[in-house]
């Protein structure tokens, strides 16, 4: 007699992943890709990042790794104090700076829909910096992608976790910090807010950086991946 409440809400598909990924971390195999994603040729990328205190409900970074026909550059915007002006005006130069580029020459890369999540209730806060209209045509833009997305659903990995670090740990990439988190974020935020120390906060810019840098090493792998470079 089969047991209809063992693993109960697990379909068919969820568990052959299961089994494929068990494998992969067993036989200590390369990650597999099934299906192609055809990126955006274009001549500028972002990379794009925030840190948040979910404990305040505030956003007190907006992060982005550039890159384009000059190089490549860090870009940020963040609150020196938790008010809601200080929330209200990093937002809006986020805003203002990513609709600063032509939407068919750029291509917007994040990793999870934390950040669409957390600009859609940042509208609700300031709902004069951007109608709800214009924020949902930006983050449905064909060319703003959510890299989590094409990972989880497109690729399978030998690793337990497939959240950046892991993701990008895997690729190579090391964070500068030796501890790289987003509570540990939160932590050196509110000490820099009580001590003014700029250390704090150099090192909180420094992880957002690299957060954002290691979603270019993501985005380049998968593209060279499917592209058969």
Aim: hydrophobic content about 35%; aromatic content about 14%.
């Amino acid at each position: 007699r089969s047991d209809k409440t063992f693993l109960k809400g697990i379909g068919e598909s969820t568990l052959t992943k299961m089994a494929l990924r068990a494998r992969l971390m067993k036989d200590e195999a390369q990650p597999v890709i099934h299906e192609r994603f055809d990126f955006p040729n274009v001549s500028t990328e972002l990379f794009f990042d925030i840190e948040s205190d979910p404990t305040q409900d505030f956003v007190y970074l907006h992060g982005f790794w550039v890159r384009d026909p000059d190089g490549e550059r860090f870009v940020e915007f963040t609150a020196r104090a938790i008010t809601p002006e200080d929330e209200r005006r990093v937002w809006a130069e986020s805003i203002e700076f990513v609709r600063s580029f032509d939407p068919e020459e750029v291509a917007i890369y994040y990793y999870s829909a934390y950040e669409r999540s957390s600009y859609r209730r940042l509208r609700k806060k300031f709902p004069d910096v951007i109608s709800e209209e214009h924020l949902e045509e930006m983050f449905g833009h064909p060319n703003f992608i959510d890299l989590y997305s094409i990972v989880t659903k497109m690729t399978d990995w030998p690793l337990g976790s497939y959240g950046i670090k892991a993701i990008a740990q895997y690729l190579g990439f090391e964070w500068r910090d030796e501890t790289p988190s987003g509570a540990l974020s939160i932590q050196w935020y509110n000490e820099y807010l009580n001590t003014r120390d700029e250390a704090l906060l150099n090192r909180i810019l420094e992880y957002n950086e690299d957060d954002c840098k290691a979603t270019m090493v993501v985005k380049d792998y998968l593209l060279n991946r499917m592209t058969g470079g």
